[in-house]
């Protein structure tokens, strides 16, 4: 392969700062269709945006440690994983639970949400079909989980078996796999549209395509750039306009959505993220800018920290004619939350546990982890 074809992710901190911005606008797509803006009535897809980030972050982390270190350390593994998701998710659960105890808010709010910490604790809220208070969201955090503790052990066994190209292809038949069950689910009835958007089994196709993505780029502990991927730089620019259309269409029926719509969107997804990597174009430069690079940076506490917010501001009397200024200061106490998490929590306890951890990547400071 040619040197000029070749590129890596920065060497030093093995991040591009554009991702930080995709997951910049994958977290404001989720508090805007949660704030109920009418542009992002479909702003879940943020979520499936979170998805194909971490699945090809996550793997390329692996791929790379393999080629370095010729193994994984799946316990070291495990342990940057915890390290970067529960001190933030603790934080977040007791303080509400906390507050939630002390107002006494009317309703099974105080109930549910205990029962909801438990469920979020174990990475199975995506389980749970009751109501588990200002914690809903956090399904997609079960679902990312469940798909780490078994894809860690996986690549270690199948990459160096079937070779990364062919792992890149099995990987895309498992997500073609995953989108037909959701679809004869949903034609047979045999699922109900909440349980085929939050089963691991039938939205991990994010996640798997995310994966495969990393697979066919990875080599040698580096992102490499073969001639067929300048067609994701082309791509990455209507895969934005496609992700913004979704987030601004209403459709005939959730149903639709979940099983037409937000594949088609993962899709999007992919091309942005793939094109982003490659190169995308002068109109990535906005991912580039500061503001949106921080937003993304502190994304996993704000989409930790939004919802328990809204929910508990809603509690407050706001009159029709307050909406504006209702949303604002949801927005402006998510994001402050959010902010001293990662400034005061995550980041402190990321940096010491790094230093003492031989094989903590500075890149994993952020790998996409989130989602609604």
Known sequence: MRKSETTTIRPGGHRLPELDGLRAWAVTA???????VPLFSGGGIGVDLFFVLSGFLITHLLLRENDRRRGIDLLAFYRRRAWRLLPALVLMLVAIDLVTWIDRPPGDLLS???IGSLWTLGFIANWSHDWIGSYIHLWSLGIEEQFYIVWAPITILVAPWLGRSRAAVALLTLAVLDLGLKAFLYLSGSASVETLHTATYTHAYGLLIGSALAMALTREGRITLPAWTRWLGWLSLPAMIVLMLDAAIRFPSPGFEVTVVIPIATLAC???????VVGGGAWTAVLRLAPVVWLGRISYSLYLWHLPVFVAMDYLAWTQDQRFWAGAVKLGLAVALAAASFHFVERPLLRRFAGRDSTAVKGELQPATAPA
Do not use: R, S, T
């Open 30 to 36: 989720v508090l805007f269709g949660h704030l109920g």
């Open 270 to 276: 992919a091309a942005l993220v793939g094109g982003v």
């Open 112 to 114: 549910a949400n205990l």
